[in-house]
């Protein structure tokens, strides 16, 4: 199958390369001519592309889409996933597919509080709200967490361990105060087939992070955790693959951070300990029947190091043409 992997500066779309690259034709996009994934693969399969909040990049990608007869789009960047999701028929009409989640799915995770609003009850979550000024004077105990309803990675999250720390937070209700959770983080990796079947749920703990990303990471069977992200992906919609994270509270419950409903950076891990899932997405695309029932996996650890990638400079001097 041929497909373009968006996003080849990141870890997701690195992990999709490794896993597919071998069976598959991928071509890589980014909007950065330095971006690592470009390089994996052949000069003729690297496209430079608008930044995902831009109006252009919808039809920069239905167009390079069509040029190289790609039959499915695969977009690693949040900014991304909704403009595209939107225009899912559009792509469809010259036959490629989008393995993504529906655009109200997509939509509700990426506003924390929609989110929370529509798991309330049936998921834990922890206690959070738009921050005000009116919910600021409400506060009387600390530590607390705020971080913007809107966005992804670890961009202007925060720790207030103080009046002053929370006097300096923007109160114009972008960001939203939770409760400080104190406890591990799990991350969980979960397939969902076209028809709504959850098809593989694989929690890991993140043991070291690194910019936003997983640099030490294992996997673990945890029933509570699993449970809780087959609820949250069912209430919402997921499709394909999707990332849900939680974080164990003062009182041992662990409750919903967000949800990333696209590949995650540490899929590696994820298909050694027994779940491919970028193979599994292939599959279901070619038509093949999906496993009944939950995958199982195995227990695994990893520690992640760098490698070199080395090419002729003038690789990357044609690929700038295109910037």
């Not at 950065?32 to 994934?37: C, I, Q, V, W």
């Not at 960047?77 to 595209?84: I, K, M």
């Not at 506003?111 to 409400?138: C, F, H, N, Y």
């Amino acid at each position: 199958m041929r497909m373009l992997v968006t996003g080849a500066g990141g870890a997701s779309a690195i992990s999709i390369w490794k896993s597919l690259s071998a069976d598959h034709e991928l071509h890589m996009a980014d909007i950065d001519p330095l971006a690592t994934g470009l390089y994996l693969v052949p000069p003729d399969r690297r496209i430079i592309i608008p930044r995902g909040d831009a109006p252009e990049l919808v039809p920069v990608l239905h167009r390079a889409c069509k040029e190289r007869h790609i039959e499915a789009l695969v977009p690693t960047v949040d900014f991304e996933l909704a403009p595209l999701a939107a225009a899912r028929d559009s792509f469809a009409s010259i036959g490629v597919e989008l393995p993504i989640s529906p655009v109200e799915c997509l939509r509700t995770c990426r506003d924390k509080q929609l989110l929370m609003d529509a798991v309330r009850g049936k998921v834990p979550i922890p206690d959070s709200e738009p921050l005000t000024e009116v919910v600021a004077a409400r506060v009387d105990s600390f530590p607390r967490f705020v971080k913007p309803r809107e966005g992804a990675g670890s961009r202007g999250i925060a720790r207030i361990d103080s009046r002053a720390d929370l006097d300096i937070q923007p109160k114009d209700g972008s960001l939203m105060l939770q409760e400080y959770l104190p406890g591990e983080e799990y991350s969980v990796d979960i397939y969902v087939s076209r028809d709504g079947r959850v098809i593989a749920v694989v929690p890991r703990v993140r043991m070291k992070i690194d910019s936003g990303i997983a640099v030490a990471s294992r996997t673990i069977k945890a029933p509570e955790v699993s449970e809780a992200a087959v609820r949250t992906a069912e209430i919402i919609g997921i499709r394909g693959t999707a990332n849900i994270q939680f974080k164990r509270s003062a009182e041992g419950v662990f409750k919903l951070l967000e949800v990333n409903p696209r590949f995650p950076g540490t899929l590696p891990l994820t298909g050694a300990s027994g779940v491919d899932m970028p193979r599994l997405m292939a599959d279901e695309l070619a038509g093949h029947r999906l496993p009944a029932g939950l995958l199982p996996f195995k227990e695994l650890m990893v520690v992640r190091y760098w490698n070199e990638h080395y090419l002729d400079a003038r690789e990357w001097e044609a690929l700038c043409l295109q910037h």
